[in-house]
Every structure is written in C-alpha cells, then in structure tokens.
C-alpha cells in the first residue's frame, strides 16, 4: 500500500513539474512582446515600434538601422559605390539581419550633395510579420493581434479601405522636423487565420513639407530618366542608366532585356505558326538574333513629364518597327516552299517525332526566308500616348508597361 501509494505520488509531482514547464514555455513565448510593449506608449502616430527586442522611430537615417545590425542585400552588385543625387528617391531594397530576416525600404538624400544610401534617410519601411521577426506596436499590436485588436488600440483610422476580409487602415502623423508620415497596417479579417496581422508599412507622405523629392528633379525630370532607362535597358540592352539610377544590379538589367528578346523571338516563332518546343535550342536562337538586331532598331521619345505630389503626367510617342508586315510576303512564300517539299504526305500519318522535324525544317525555311530583312526595317509612324505616374505605385502600373511593350514591338 505504501509503495502504491508512492507511486501515485510521484505521478502526482511529475504532472505538476511538467505543467510548471509548460508555463514556463507559454510564458517565455510571450514575454517578448510584453517587454516590447512596456518599452513602447499606447499612440500609433508616434512612429515609434520595436523589432527584435529594441525601439525604431520612422523616419530615421540608414546608418542607425546599419549600425544596429542590419545590411543591405549582398544581391546588389553596385551597394557600396551608389549615390543619390540631393533630393532623390531610391528605388526599393532588402536589409537583412543576421538571421537572415529581412525587412524593404527606400532612402532619401535630404542633403544638398550626392550622398551612399547609408547617409539618407529612410523615406519608407515595409514590414512582413510572416516572418519570425519579433516585431511589436504601440499597445503589444503583433502579428497575433486582430482587426479588432488594432482598432480597440489605436481608434478610428484617418483612411480605411477594409473590405472582402481583410483589414488595411492608415493613420498619419507629423515629426517634430515637420516629416508628414502615413503607417499603413494590414490584418485579415476572419476567425481562423492563425496570425491576422500580416504587415505594416511606414511613408514620408509627399504632403509633407520636406518631401521635396517629389517637386524638383526626382519628380519630372529622375521620372524621365527612370522610364528612358528603363525602356534602354530593355529594348536597347543598354544597362548603365538603369543599374545607376534604380538601386539595381547588372544582372537585373540584363534580365529584363533577355526577357524582351525572349519574348519577341517567341512572338516571332508563333506568328510564323511554328512549335518552338520542337525546335532546336541552335535555331531558337536564331530567332532571338533577329528579334536583338530589331530592338535595337526601336525608338521612343518622352515629349512631357508633369508631376504635382506624388501624381503626374506621362506623354510618350513610341515608335515601333515595321519589321512584322516586312516579313508577311516572305512567311508566305516560305509556306509554299514547305507544301512544295512535303508535297503528297498525309499529315494525319505524321507520327510527332516527324512533325516536329517538319517544324524544324519550316523554321530554317523562314529564317533564311526573313534574316536579311531587317537590315531594311523602318520606324513606323508614332504612336502618342499618355499615362498617369503615381510615385507610390511604382511610377507606371504593370498594365500601362505592357501595354507600351505591345506597341514598340508591334504586337497588338
């Protein structure tokens, strides 16, 4: 009896030491944000949050993010010799701490000289709270923290555009050096989502009385830099302007220009009506020579640029080539060839292995038929359009991009 009674009590002690230690856990699993809270107020509009266990202040300089731990993304080949001119914006970019945990922002040069990213202001922050970052707001908000929870803490918003499920709220407020600022938070809005509150943003809002980023070079005339060298870098594969200008690397640049060679090579290929999956890399390649010496040939000419806030004007003539209806006359001769060679062969005895053969015979067909032609390749008659900028959007929208490669390339 003794001894049962013992063994129940040792039970008895080992289920309290094991539930000790599972508060224990819970409680250290929270305890980062409570501590993060403790170091925080109660009011969003004072910019302040912690991450990773210490306070942050939007707007602050570069050098305090690095010198608390935090490095550009090594993807970008040009960090350590790029400079903003006075006045600029940069383009977005990673920083990432030593786990490997990132955050994204751009930098603005509030000096009156060119200035490395380090010595310019953050002008916006992008957090994810996906990420196990221990990120905390005025009052504990955290990643765990719902719609509700959000506006129980901080009130009405100055802007809502909640909806569908999901909750996006702004709130604004104004430094001390009279930076106008605008924090946007976004949580879902549901019962099962695990951790609602997905990200939260910060901007210098272009209202603001030291936002002159947006009124002077960086507004009308970096807008034109930042489309002319982009449309170089693409069509051109002229890559200087575009890897100084936007914080980039060479091998973003080269990539966009092989995407547009890929892409009109491909284009090319269809409009003949050949399967280019059964051609051989050799001759998919020849297409692309083609459609290299033909963007080469393409022109644009910015003829405006107007911008008030963070909103403005884009006019534009685009001159595509006339290289398509060139070629129309020789395609069809080259189909003729084709009838002419495989005169008499049933198409529906054609087993795939000798369809793609004829495929690849047809392609050597068109390309001896249309290579020398652009060499007589000429512009076209412009097309003039405009477009709405919208510097919080990325300047143009990816719909308006397109369509401006749809019509440099004559693909419409």
């Known amino acids: 009896m ?4 013992l063994m129940v009590l040792c039970a008895v002690l080992c289920l309290q030491m094991t539930a000790c230690g599972l508060n224990g856990d819970i409680f250290q699993k929270d305890k980062w944000i409570e501590e993060g809270a403790a170091q925080l107020g109660g009011e969003i509009r004072s910019g302040e949050f912690v991450l990773e266990g210490e306070v942050y202040t939007f707007p602050m300089l570069l050098s305090d993010w690095l010198g608390r731990g935090w490095h550009i993304s090594n993807s970008y080949d040009n960090k350590d010799s790029f400079k903003l001119e006075s006045g600029y914006e940069s383009t977005e970019f990673e920083l990432f701490n030593e786990n490997d945990e990132y955050v994204r922002v751009r930098v603005l040069n509030i000096s009156d000289k060119d200035a490395k990213p380090e010595e310019c202001l953050v002008s ?3 957090i994810s709270t996906t990420q196990d970052l221990k990120f905390v707001l005025p009052s504990g908000i955290n990643k765990s923290s719902k719609p509700a929870d959000i506006r129980a803490a901080y009130g009405d918003p100055d802007a809502d555009e909640s909806g569908n499920g999901f909750f996006k709220a702004f709130y604004n407020y104004t430094t001390e050096d009279n930076w106008e600022c605008q924090i946007e938070l976004d949580a879902f809005d549901n019962d099962y989502t695990i951790d609602p509150f997905s990200a939260v943003s910060f901007q210098i809002n272009s209202t603001s009385e030291w936002a002159e980023f947006y009124e002077n070079a960086s507004g009308e005339d970096g807008c034109r830099r930042y489309i002319d060298s982009s449309l170089k870098s693409a069509f051109h594969g002229d890559f200087s302007e575009y890897v100084e200008n936007h914080f980039s690397t060479q091998e973003e640049a080269e990539a966009l220009y092989e995407y547009e060679v890929n892409y009109y090579a491909s284009y090319l290929i269809y409009y003949a009506g050949i399967d280019e999956e059964a051609l051989e890399e050799a ?3 020849e297409f692309r020579e083609i459609a290299r010496q033909v963007l080469s040939k393409i022109k644009w000419e910015i003829t405006e640029v107007s911008v008030t806030g963070e909103h403005g004007r884009l006019d534009i003539d685009l001159y595509p080539t006339d290289y398509i209806d060139l070629i129309d006359d020789d395609l069809d001769q080259a189909v003729s060839e084709l009838q002419s060679r495989y005169a008499g062969v049933d198409a529906d005895s054609l087993s795939e292995s000798q369809v793609a053969e004829i495929d690849q ?15 007589e390749t000429q512009l076209q008659e412009p097309t003039s359009k405009w477009y709405f900028l919208n510097y919080s959007e990325g300047i143009l929208e990816s719909d308006e991009w397109e369509e401006i490669d749809n019509i440099l390339l004559d693909i419409m």
Do not use: S
């Open 283 to 285: 001759t998919v390649e």
């Open 2 to 5: 003794k001894k049962m009674l």
């Open 361 to 375: 015979v047809f392609a050597e067909i068109v390309l001896d038929a249309i290579r020398d032609r652009v060499e």
């Open 124 to 126: 916006y922050l992008y």
